[in-house]
């Protein structure tokens, strides 16, 4: 349909108006009011329930000499890079070797059963994987015993040197992601469904097979998609602490601690609401960051090609 | 692009490696979902006869009021969401008029504005506004959560459908409002559910704003719910019935996977983009 402009006095006018009204009533109330409250409030002692007292940038400041939140940080750089190397590698792996199955032959079965673990509801899957890494009962030490590799067997989720690895691992063989990205194998798989035939052709009279077709040819189509798994891996991976939560609440100690789980057990832990909310913009700007870094990066992807 | 017939099996080999691995957690959890403790103990890997359907009972019980409290949930929020979404992008994709665009940057800016952040001020607001322990609480939120992308995907959707079908209509003597009915839902269906199940899958999924903003269990959701289970139930190793729970609570998203595979995909896919 066409876009019709009108004068802001019109009766179209005042019924869009009146149109948009309750989608942003909801916004104002919920996401622009929190969001501008979130960076007001950082500035304060604040419990939640009173007015709270200014404090300025204390509350940064102490962030900074903050060990636990130290700890988070190099926690949650871990996470994310095992994180996203998973997520970019397996589902190109499994992508590739789709794609060039040629059309018809079982392409769209493979794809179904690879979208099984997103159908499954997160907290389902969350809950199965603390099954598998179960000290006693779990999966994962059962088939050590059963490949007479007892001696490896331990309490996967409750060890200082393997929580944070088992939390990272999730999902294994990766090819599909846990939750909200995970679908990069179906990002790829379109990428090289989008590449013209006749460029393959080329490839066959040249002999590039294997890796070389792959880095000469394929790998520029799929930068896209690469770059924006890698981002919403990583933004989601900061964010969602909620495995964390569900796995090993962050433990043991503090072994598996990361940012989200920390801003949340601080205001409704300890109902240090100030000090949560700049934990909050705090990661909000390495998000904003990061985003800005996309949109560089993507534009500079399609002047590439 | 064709390749070598040994080429393709040892792929087909790989693929079917790699799928089986993807499944094996939901193939042990439907296995043993059907097998008693001490089926459990004997058989881990095995299936064992006979299959013990009182899990599944065992199981409802626990949680059934859950399930139907998610429904209710899930319903309202999508059914609202999609409401407010369409006729602000029917609104955005229809007219222009002065600061039009400046409110559609700020639609885009929520993008922007990640959950972590808003958190708390969030609780604080639906805390003062009396909210907390009803569902209400969760309507709202998952209504500002999902409304925003149904706003950029419903407008994107709205302004490609074709303006000769909406002259023939005027010239039929349609008004606006039949035309909406008449011409520009019927199109829009397709786009409609992708929205409908990102939101349905967002609201099933959630977890943390349910354990926040309700401290009553009879009014949990299934997420919530599955976590107090488990706690019972792995506690004493029975296994059998809470792998039943758990399947029970992943029917309704496979209905809807079966019933809308494309929409599905593109509703998972586009739900991703949200900070």
Not at chain 1, 37 to 48: E, K, M, P, R, Y
Not at chain 1, 256 to 284: E, K, Q, T, W
Not at chain 2, 134 to 140: D, G, I, N, S
Not at chain 2, 142 to 166: C, H, N, Q, R, W
Request: with cysteine.
């Amino acid at each position: 349909m066409k876009t019709r402009t009108v004068t802001l006095s019109s009766p179209e006018a005042l019924a869009s108006l009146l149109m948009i009204l309750p989608a942003f009533a909801v916004l104002a109330l919920f996401r622009y009011s929190p969001a501008i409250s979130a960076i007001w409030h950082s500035l304060f002692s604040w419990d939640g329930f009173t007015s709270g007292e200014f404090v300025g940038m204390d509350n940064y400041r102490k962030l900074l000499s903050d060990p636990v939140m130290a700890a988070s940080s190099l926690n949650i750089g871990q996470y994310i890079a095992i994180r996203t190397t998973l997520n970019l590698l397996f589902p190109l792996l499994a992508a590739e070797l789709i794609f060039h199955l040629g059309p018809g032959r079982g392409q769209s079965a493979y794809k179904a059963i690879f979208c099984v673990p997103l159908v499954v509801p997160l907290m389902v899957v969350l809950l199965m994987w603390k099954f598998i890494y179960d000290a006693h009962d779990g999966l994962l030490n059962s088939l050590l015993r059963l490949a007479g590799l007892s001696g490896v067997t331990r309490d996967w989720l409750g060890g200082f040197d393997s929580a944070l690895y088992a939390i990272s691992g999730l999902g294994f063989p990766w090819v599909t992601g846990i939750g909200i990205a995970g679908f990069g194998m179906l990002l790829y798989l379109a990428g090289l469904q989008g590449i013209p035939g006749e460029l393959f052709d080329a490839c066959v009279m040249d002999g590039a097979r294997g890796m070389r077709r792959f880095l000469s040819l394929e790998l520029p189509f799929l930068s896209r998609p690469l770059l924006l798994v890698a981002l919403l891996t990583i933004i989601n991976t900061l964010q969602s602490f909620v495995p964390v939560m569900v796995l090993t609440q962050g433990g043991p100690g503090i072994a598996s601690m990361v940012p989200g789980l920390y801003l949340y057990r601080n205001a409704f832990g300890y109902d240090h609401f100030g000090y949560a909310c700049a934990i909050g913009v705090l990661m909000a700007s390495v998000l904003v960051a990061l985003a800005l870094l996309y949109t560089r990066l993507e534009s500079r992807a399609e002047e590439a090609r | 692009m064709s390749a070598s017939p040994a080429r393709r099996g040892a792929a087909h080999g790989a693929l079917v490696v790699l799928a089986f691995m993807s499944l094996v957690p939901f193939l042990f959890m439907l296995l043993t979902s059907f097998k008693s403790n001490e089926q459990f103990y004997h058989s881990y890997y095995a299936f064992a006869l006979p299959p013990q359907w009182g899990n599944y009972v065992d199981a409802w019980a626990q949680i059934g009021g859950y399930f139907f409290n998610s429904i209710t949930v899930t319903l309202v929020s999508v059914a609202i969401s999609l409401l407010f979404a369409s006729i602000a992008a029917y609104a955005f994709a229809r007219y222009r008029f002065p600061g039009s665009g400046a409110l559609y940057a700020g639609v885009l800016l929520v993008l922007l504005i990640p959950g972590t952040l808003t958190l708390i001020p969030a609780f604080v607001i639906l805390r003062d506004l009396g909210l907390i322990g009803t569902h209400r609480a969760l309507y709202a939120v998952y209504i500002a959560d999902s409304e925003v992308l149904g706003i950029i995907i419903l407008k994107t959707f709205f302004g490609s459908v074709p303006e000769e079908l909406m002259e023939a209509a005027a010239l039929d003597g349609a008004g606006e409002l039949q035309t909406i009915r008449h011409i520009v839902t019927p199109l829009a269906r397709p786009a409609l559910l992708t929205v409908a199940i990102m939101t349905t899958l967002s609201c099933w999924n959630d977890y943390l704003w349910p354990l926040i903003v309700l401290p009553d269990t009879r009014k949990w959701t299934i997420s919530l719910g599955l976590v107090a289970f488990r706690d019972r139930y792995a506690g004493m190793s029975a296994w059998g019935p809470l792998f039943a729970g758990f399947v029970i609570a992943s029917i309704p998203l496979f209905i809807l996977f079966f019933a809308f595979m494309r929409q599905f995909v593109s509703g998972l896919t586009s739900g991703a983009v949200k900070a």
